[in-house]
């Protein structure tokens, strides 16, 4: 079963405006949501974390918004430019170092110049 | 620093035979994953290790084997390979530490196809 459901499958943007990708879970015991990016070709990458006890955490024009009552994170991205194409994933976890990781989907972002 | 290399790149295998890919890290990580991506399904955890000599299932482990002899390698087998394990297969690795959560460094993946 998939403990981490990821919207939307796909996201076209203008470049510019902003992307806002979904994320809910299942799992209460959950502490720690990171999101990686993953270019063509390539591995995914680490892109940003939150953890449960704060509600929004920013870096640069990307940030994490989590609403831990309605178990839902979601990552925004401002000012989206086409070298953001790419596709995302959210994640989750618990515990700390080496715990395994729930991936949601994927969300392929297209920003078109 | 090459941090997670896997080996090969592309392969393509017939329907029952085996082959073992190879990824190795050069960050002196303990922990060390397999996972495999497909369309619409993100990735999912095949086995993994917390250590050198150790090994576990993930989410998806049946047809496949790990082992970790050394430290830096983590190898996956396929004994008998089926259609179904048609699949892009990431290879990730990450430290061990006692506070907070570290990220998992991926390699470039691993393109199989199985005829």
């Known amino acids: 079963q998939q403990q981490v459901k990821q919207s939307p499958q796909s996201l076209i943007v203008q470049k510019g405006g902003i992307s806002i990708i979904n994320c809910a879970y299942e799992?209460?015991?959950?502490?720690?949501f990171p999101w990686y990016q993953q270019f063509p070709g390539k591995g995914p990458a680490l892109l940003i974390a939150?953890?449960?006890?704060?509600s929004e955490k920013k870096e640069g024009r990307f940030t994490i918004s989590f609403n831990k009552s309605a178990k839902q994170f979601s990552l925004h991205i401002m000012d989206s430019q086409p070298g953001d194409s790419a596709t995302y994933f959210c994640?989750?976890?618990?515990?700390?170092?080496?715990?395994?990781?729930?991936f949601g989907e994927g969300t392929q972002l297209t920003v078109n110049p | 620093n090459a941090g997670v290399t896997q080996t090969p790149k592309f392969r393509v295998l017939k329907t029952g035979q085996s082959m073992t890919l190879l990824c190795a890290q050069d960050?002196?990580?303990?922990?060390m994953y397999w996972y495999r991506q497909d369309p619409g399904m993100g990735l999912r955890l095949i086995h993994y290790?917390?250590?050198?000599?150790?090994?576990a299932k993930g989410e998806v482990p049946d047809g496949y084997n790990v082992s970790r002899l050394k430290k830096q390698n983590f190898l996956l087998g396929l004994e008998s390979a089926a259609p179904s394990q048609t699949s892009v297969y990431f290879c990730?690795?990450?430290?061990?530490?006692?506070?907070?959560?570290?990220?998992?460094?991926f390699g470039d993946g691993t393109r199989l196809s199985i005829l």
């Open positions: 290790s917390v250590g050198e000599g150790t090994t």
């Open positions: 960050m002196n990580h303990e922990y």
């Open positions: 939150i953890r449960p006890d704060v």
């Open positions: 799992n209460t015991a959950f502490d720690y």
């Open positions: 990730a690795s990450s430290s061990f530490w006692t506070v907070g959560n570290q990220p998992q460094h």
């Open positions: 994640a989750a976890s618990r515990g700390t170092s080496g715990s395994r990781l729930t």
